[in-house]
């Protein structure tokens, strides 16, 4: 007896391929807390979560300057974990050292080093990963004063940011966990 094929299984399996690494979410933005700028991350209640800034004015080639960043990780005590920015990390949590890695091209390496400040007229970008990698946010020490209390600079699609209720923000991050 001959089996009988079902064309509707080779059609669905790239898009379970596909499925296999969700896209990256909106679960982290930017907050200000006693004039400090502070990384809010909703953590989708895994037991380990990583935050991080870093430079990107990117007007050279990569591998040709450094990448200065700073970053923490560690296992989060709540669903969302605030972070001062070049602060003190949350209990349990560490700073992460600057370790080289090999760059776009074979034998070149990415310098990195410890971003220990803040600069105005640098963008910067703040990054966080939980269950999954958000959706970074860009911003400036100029865009600092445009938040607002109980309010965060959070990502608007892939490109923009949009200040918004830090209530709102939480509500759809928590949606996409």
Known sequence: MRRRRHP????????????CTPPDEPLVALAVQDGQPVGVLVTCDDDVARLGVYENDQQDEPGN???????????PATEVV????????PAGWEVNEPVDFP???PGVMVDVQMLTELR????YSLEGSSRRD????????????????DQVLAPHGRDSTKVM?????????????
């Open 8 to 19: 509707w299984i080779l059609l669905a399996l790239p898009l379970l391929l596909t499925a």
């Open 65 to 75: 300057r450094p990448l200065i960043r700073w970053s923490v990780d560690g296992p």
């Open 82 to 89: 605030e972070v001062p920015l070049l602060g003190q990390p």
């Open 103 to 105: 760059g776009p091209e």
């Open 120 to 123: 105005a007229g640098v963008t």
């Open 134 to 149: 958000a959706i970074g946010v860009d911003f400036t020490l100029a865009d600092l004063s445009r938040i607002g209390a």
């Open 165 to 177: 209720s830090r209530e709102t923000f939480l509500r759809t991050a928590r949606d996409k966990c």
